[in-house]
């Protein structure tokens, strides 16, 4: 926990700025204060709170408009008097309705989304739906989550064949999806194995000796 003997909030009369980042997409939403209650609240209730310096109070962000910041991770930087808070936003976060008050549009990447989906997946496998394919997928085991792995990637190699790009790219989509499935049901998160092709890949341009 970020407590205030933790975190050096004396040097700014009690406040220490927050960082607010989309946990998704990795842009910066807003920029606020916090006290330590405000951390407190934040880190209990799991949505980003402040303190007003308008208001001389707390503010939980989404407390008036319902688009509130869901907190992921709490990381303050190496002086201790920083905080940076990846949070999932709940509709536009300025109060003027953009995006961000920086005045970017917060889209998606397209990689990015897998990390969403990766979460979406682990839901369903923390908190089981009977109306949930995903759900029924864990339910059935590792072995056959496999064997529908082995079948997605027996259907795009037959699809690679024809001139179909769309049958292709559909097929695609479904091995991915299975994939991440067996990912979550092995307890393997996306970032470990991209982890690996970004060590491949440096390993490839390492010089070497002439």
Known sequence: MHTAQTLAFDKQNGLIPAIIQDANTDKVLMLGYMNAEALEKTEQEGVVTFFSRSKSRLWTKGETSGNFLRVQAI??????????????????????GADTC????????????????????????????????????????????????????????????????????????????????????KNITLDEVLSVLQERHAKKNIPTAQ
Not at 142 to 169: C, H, P, R, T
């Open 75 to 96: 990381m303050r930087d190496c002086d201790n008097d920083t905080l940076l808070i990846k949070a999932r936003p709940e509709g536009p976060t300025c109060h003027t």
């Open 102 to 185: 920086f005045e970017e549009e917060n889209v998606p990447r397209s990689a990015s989304f897998l990390h969403e989906l990766e979460q979406i997946i682990l839901e369903r496998k923390q908190n089981p739906s009977p109306d949930s394919y995903t759900s029924k997928l864990f339910a059935r085991g590792i072995n056959k989550i496999a064997q529908k792995v082995g079948e997605e990637a027996v259907e795009i190699v037959i699809e690679a064949k024809d001139s179909n790009d769309e049958l292709f790219k559909g097929e695609a989509a479904d091995l991915l999806f299975h994939t991440l499935v067996l990912f979550a049901a």
